[in-house]
C-alpha cells in the first residue's frame, strides 16, 4: 500500500508498509539507530534522516497527504495495519472517505475508526422488573418499601449506583 524511501548518509533503504518485518533490523541495515517511533515523515534537504512516503495506488496517494512532518514511521505502520486489518464493513467506509478527501490529518482517521469501533461494538438493555427495598435506618430494624417511594428516591439511587459502577 505504502513504501517509505529512506535515505540517511550516503545509504536509501525502502520499507514497505503494510510489513510483517522488524523496521528497526531495516533501519540499521543503512546505520540508522534511532528508534522508528522518532523518525518523523520528512524529506528536507538539511535532514540527517530523510523519509519520502510514496504508493502505486489511488487510495495509497490519497493517504500520504495525511500524514504530517509530526507523523513518524510508527504512525504510518499503526495508520496502514489498522486500514488493511479492519473488517469489511469498517474498510470499506474508511476507503470511501479517505478517496473522497474527507480528512485534514492521519489523526481525523484513527478518530473515525475509533468511533466506527464504538458503534458496533456497543450494546444495551434494559430491563424492567418490581423493585423493593429494606431501609435502615440506623436502629438495625429494616422495613420494607416498594415502589412508590423508590421511584421518589429514584435520582438518589442512580447517583449511587452510578458512583458504584465508576
Do not use: C, W
Request: aromatic residues 10%.
Amino acid at each position: 500500500m505504502l513504501k517509505a524511501i529512506i535515505q540517511y548518509k550516503d545509504d536509501t533503504v525502502i520499507i514497505k508498509f503494510p510489513s510483517d518485518y522488524d523496521i528497526s533490523k531495516q533501519l540499521l541495515s543503512v546505520g540508522i539507530e534511532k528508534p522508528a517511533g522518532d523518525i518523523h515523515i520528512k524529506d528536507n534537504e538539511e535532514d540527517e534522516i530523510r523519509v519520502k512516503l510514496y504508493s502505486d495506488s489511488d487510495f495509497g496517494n490519497k493517504l500520504i497527504p495525511l500524514f504530517r512532518e509530526d507523523s513518524t514511521l510508527v504512525t504510518v505502520r499503526v495508520a496502514v495495519d489498522l486500514l488493511t486489518k479492519a473488517s469489511d464493513e469498517i474498510k470499506g467506509m474508511m476507503e470511501a472517505d479517505i478517496l473522497y478527501e474527507q480528512y485534514d490529518s492521519i489523526n481525523d482517521v484513527f478518530a473515525d475508526v475509533k468511533q466506527y469501533l464504538d458503534d458496533l461494538n456497543t450494546h444495551t438493555e434494559k430491563f424492567y422488573f418490581p423493585l423493593t427495598g429494606n431501609i435502615d435506618e440506623g436502629d438495625g430494624n429494616l422495613y420494607t418499601v416498594g415502589d412508590a417511594y423508590l421511584k421518589s428516591v429514584e435520582s438518589d439511587i442512580k447517583k449511587i449506583l452510578d458512583d458504584v459502577n465508576a
